[in-house]
């Protein structure tokens, strides 16, 4: 029942649309200009509430009914004193093609709400910081900036989860999660229709436009996640469209226009930072449409939507400048490295647009991605930079010719890129429309830069849906140009290729509508873990710790990990749990227990808190983990309690696999060791260290392994002759500070020593 209250937000939406359409406005203008206000609306209250720190449940629930009443009585007026004669206006399709295409178009439409609706939550980003993030708002009542160690829970533009935040402190529940990103695959298109016809465009081209950015892979698969690339695209859709009706406006544009786009504008800088890089090819569009007739008379509204940009983002700035001392913050998400190019070279945009198109020319034919792949090499050795160049190329990826139609973050969209190259130099002939000049040179200043600023990244494809969509736009109006005779093949044929190129993306790997094991085969929790399924036994162990551990204050400190199904467990395994960090100034005091995902990695045997002293290694098995201070420990008598591989932090020719193993307490992971040496380093006091560890052989020889510490001889192991689980302990010298301990083996080739279990402690605490 207490998912019904997610039913307010979109009630009021309606009620807004309703009263306006029965008062005879264009249907299609009120739609598009409501989800502008309402998205704002959003924005405004939840900042207002955020004040007072009352961004809570119960406040929003009393908020949202208050508003329902009052959106419903003003609608229902309106439909009185208008008497229902508006609705007449309302735009029905003509013909058996129009049918059609309206028809199939629904179909997809359905399609991906039926997977925003079976699943839940499971992008990676999504439960990494879109979801995290909202969370802790709804934890502190506020929108306000907390201490965590993944930036982008912070510094990134927060309309999207804000939105989110609304269904999710409603009902307490995720399973809205997805809706607003396919309410915004399902605004697209009508979107896209009210721009071309903006433009001047057939009925016919309206209809293509749309179709065509149903049909956009990146974009059917983003309609069923948690994201914000689909709503960052609406938003500079919409932008498009007012800069069309500017440019074909008799008169100069009013202040309400101006008001229009400027929060449009604001809406878009406040989902996307891409936004930043997308938009200033259409204001520029825009300013000297708004221009042309007079330009004093462009003043007010280009004043007044200046005004209204700078007053919705200022929030949103202001936290950001305050804690990091930057208005956009500062990306350290992937270990230093940034989004943005470190050099803009001819050479390196270049670089960039190549590797960018490949993405979208790849296709199931492993010998043409092999040629993509040299004939891209060959350029850049012409070039004289590497595929890999550091600085153009995100984090420490390296490029790839990969076809992968049903992964959301890089399925490539093959007809729609080159059906916009193709569009692209046939807007500027003579004999073209006027309108599909400045659209193609928008598209086109848009590719550039995000080619120039961005660095290569594999899931690039979805950050490049507002490109796709635009070039939709322009090859519709192109395609639209074309004589009378061939426009309307034209158009049918542009339009089932466009079905054909989505057809081989009509399901998404991690949401599978018909594909064993689908979402309806599984339970909601166990889809919650589809892209790494282990974390799911590992956050039930995890509750589990921290409930045997009688902790409530929970800091949990990840990069890449995905967070959010441990936060939700916690919240439901553990009562009264609280996360560390919101609000920020609860940080003074230091947590009760340190959860540190580190994606089956191990982990140092102490963690020193800033300023809240020192904190020590406990767990069950690999990954199922926590540091507990040290007084916490001793009084639960976990000194000996570890988990697989635990007290240091890094290894050598160990390599980390997956391998069922009847051990228990054991997730299934183990260390292979089958080269003569390997190492691994940890961190010491000094003195003395204790090696533990389970390994299973493989030979029915007997075998040896020799220990090096820090290049002196410090040992050996025997092992018996026979096969299986062997156990070990054994006491070792350490220096202070960092220390390599190096195992010998001397073996037949092709045998392999696995490790189960490798723990290197002091001991007893002191």
Not at 315 to 327: K, T
Not at 402 to 414: D, L, N, T, W
Request: aromatic content about 8%.
């Amino acid at each position: 029942m207490a998912n019904l209250w997610g039913i307010l937000p979109p009630t009021v939406f309606l009620a807004l649309v309703v009263g306006q359409l029965a008062a005879g406005r264009p249907p299609l203008a009120v739609l598009l200009r409501s989800a502008v206000g309402w998205a704002a609306g959003v924005w405004v209250l939840s900042n207002g509430l955020s004040l007072t720190e009352a961004l809570r449940p119960g406040p929003l629930r009393v908020v949202w009914s208050a508003l329902v009443l009052i959106a419903v009585a003003w609608a229902v007026r309106r439909v009185r004193i208008a008497g229902g004669a508006g609705w007449a206006r309302w735009p029905r399709p003509a013909g058996t093609g129009e049918w059609l295409a309206a028809g199939v178009g629904a179909a997809l439409v359905t399609l991906a709400l039926v997977a925003a609706l079976a699943s839940p939550p499971v992008t990676v980003d999504v439960l990494n910081y879109h979801l995290p993030r909202q969370l802790m708002w709804l934890q502190q009542g506020s929108l306000a900036h907390y201490v965590t160690r993944n930036d982008r829970e912070l510094m990134m533009p927060p309309l999207a989860e804000v939105i989110g935040l609304q269904f999710l402190g409603l009902t307490g529940d995720d399973r809205w999660a997805n809706l607003s990103q396919w309410c915004a695959y399902a605004l697209l298109p009508l979107a896209a229709v009210a721009t071309v016809r903006a433009l001047g465009a057939s009925r016919a081209a309206a209809m293509l436009a749309a179709w065509l950015v149903l049909c956009l892979p990146m974009a059917y698969h983003e309609a069923a996640n948690g994201k914000n690339d689909l709503q960052g695209a609406l938003w500079l859709t919409l932008l498009a469209w007012q800069v069309a009706e500017a440019r074909r406006a008799a008169a100069p544009p009013d202040r309400r226009a101006g008001l229009l786009a400027g929060v449009t504008l604001a809406l878009a800088l406040l989902t996307k930072s891409t936004a930043l890089l997308f938009a200033p090819p259409l204001l520029v569009a825009g300013a000297l449409a708004w221009g042309r007739p007079r330009w004093r008379a462009a003043v007010r509204p280009v004043a007044v939507a200046a005004l209204a940009a700078a007053l919705l983002t200022l929030p949103f700035l202001a936290r950001n400048l305050a804690w990091y001392g930057r208005p956009l913050g500062e990306h350290r998400a992937e270990d230093g490295g940034d989004q943005t190019v470190d050099a803009v070279t001819p050479a390196l945009v270049l670089s960039n647009a190549v590797r960018n198109a490949t993405v979208h020319l790849a296709g199931p034919w492993p010998e043409w991605n092999a040629l993509l792949r040299r004939g891209t090499e060959a350029l850049h050795g012409w070039l004289g930079v590497s595929v890999d160049d550091p600085r153009s190329t995100l984090w420490v990826l390296k490029y790839a010719v990969s076809y992968r139609p049903r992964e959301e973050a890089s399925a490539g969209a093959p007809w729609h890129f080159l059906a916009i190259a193709a569009a692209l130099p046939l807007a500027f002939r003579r004999r073209g429309p006027a309108a599909a000049r400045w659209l193609a040179a928008a598209v086109a200043v848009m590719a550039l830069l995000f080619c120039a600023v961005l660095k290569w990244q594999a899931w690039g494809a979805r950050l490049e849906l507002p490109v796709f969509v635009t070039g939709s736009l322009l090859v519709a109006v192109v395609a639209d140009g074309w004589s009378a005779h061939g426009r309307r093949c034209g158009l049918c044929l542009i339009g089932l290729l466009g079905l054909a190129a989505w057809w081989p993306s009509r399901e998404t790997s991690v949401r599978p509508l018909w594909t064993a094991p689908t979402l309806f085969d599984l339970s909601r929790d166990a889809n919650r873990y589809r892209y790494y399924p282990a974390s799911q036994e590992r956050d039930a162990g995890l509750v589990g710790l921290v409930q045997a551990s009688g902790a409530r204050e929970v800091a949990v400190i990840s990069l890449h990990d995905i967070t959010y199904p441990l936060l939700r467990a916690l919240q439901q395994g553990v009562r009264g749990v609280h996360f560390y960090g919101a609000p920020a100034a609860g940080a003074e005091r230091p947590p009760e227990a340190i959860l540190v995902l580190n994606l089956t990695g191990p982990l140092a045997l102490y963690y020193d808190w800033p300023g809240g002293g020192r904190y020590r290694l406990v767990g069950r098995a690999l990954d199922v983990e926590a540091y507990l201070p040290l007084d916490r420990v001793r009084a639960l008598g976990w000194e000996r309690q570890l988990p697989a591989f635990a007290g240091w932090t890094r290894h050598e020719d160990l390599p980390m696999r997956t391998a069922g193993l009847p051990v228990p307490g054991q997730t299934g992971s183990v260390l292979v060791m089958s080269t003569p040496a390997a190492a691994v380093y940890f961190s010491a006091e000094g003195g003395r260290v204790r090696l533990a560890g389970t390994v299973r052989k493989t030979t029915a020889t007997p075998e040896w392994l020799d220990l090096t510490i820090n290049g002196a001889p410090a040992g050996r192991l025997g092992f018996v002759a026979k096969p299986g689980l062997h156990t070990f302990e054994t006491w070792l010298p350490a220096r202070a500070g960092q220390n390599r301990l190096e195992f010998h083996r001397e073996a037949a080739p092709g045998t392999e020593m696995v490790f189960s279990r490798l723990v290197i402690d002091d001991g007893p605490l002191p």
